[in-house]
């Protein structure tokens, strides 16, 4: 199993759409030339050669979410960021079989996000179950934590829009309230989005993760802010 997850681990360095950020202490990206290049503010330019709005998605894991909506939206640049490079492996694979050009993939801890991604630079922006961190001691982890919005207010453009689906309502109702505290505009809070008939064509994508949940008969929530 772990020479199975270092093989994916070495695979995933020579995407050429995939940027990692090796070193947390000193943090940097690297891309599958091995060399050291800087994206700040250039992902439009630089990795997708257009000037099309870039629409991310925060821990994405093996990027269900992210390249349905890419074969969806081809005219959207998609933004793929996980710290698990085995996940990402299974993500770019899937790009290269697809032949997608509108994905890229970014390796880094969230906490990290704005070191690699310039204010106002990213134009939609995604959480789909994340983990929960239900202990108490833990809510400063959770992706919807203050500080972490405020990372994402930095990156995402003014008005932009926020989408977050889980099937934890605890986090739910956590981040219900600290989006709202914060100052984003709550445009849509949706419990249950399948049992009520909620869902869209967009809100009715299905993750690997997601369908296990729904196989367990956990209810999906979710819920779409503005970014202030």
Known sequence: MAKAKMKKLSEVSTFP???ENKDFLNPGLTNHLCEKIDLKNKWKEVVFKNNHP??????CGKADYTISLAQKF???????????GDRLWKGSKRVVEL??????????????????IGKGEIDEMWITFPDPFPKKGD?????????????????????GLFHFKTDAIDLFDYSEETIRDFGFELLRVERDIYGNNLADEITSIKTFYELMHLEDNRTINYLQAIIK
Request: charged content about 25%.
């Open 74 to 84: 081809p005219n959207i640049n998609f933004l793929g960021v996980d710290i698990k």
């Open 17 to 19: 759409f995939v940027f």
């Open 99 to 116: 032949g997608l050009t509108n994905v890229a993939f970014l390796r880094t801890k969230i906490e990290q996000i704005d070191l690699f």
């Open 139 to 159: 809510i400063n982890r959770r992706l919807t934590y203050p500080s972490f919005l405020e990372k994402y207010k930095s990156i995402v453009k003014e008005n």
């Open 54 to 59: 870039i629409t991310i998605e925060l821990a």
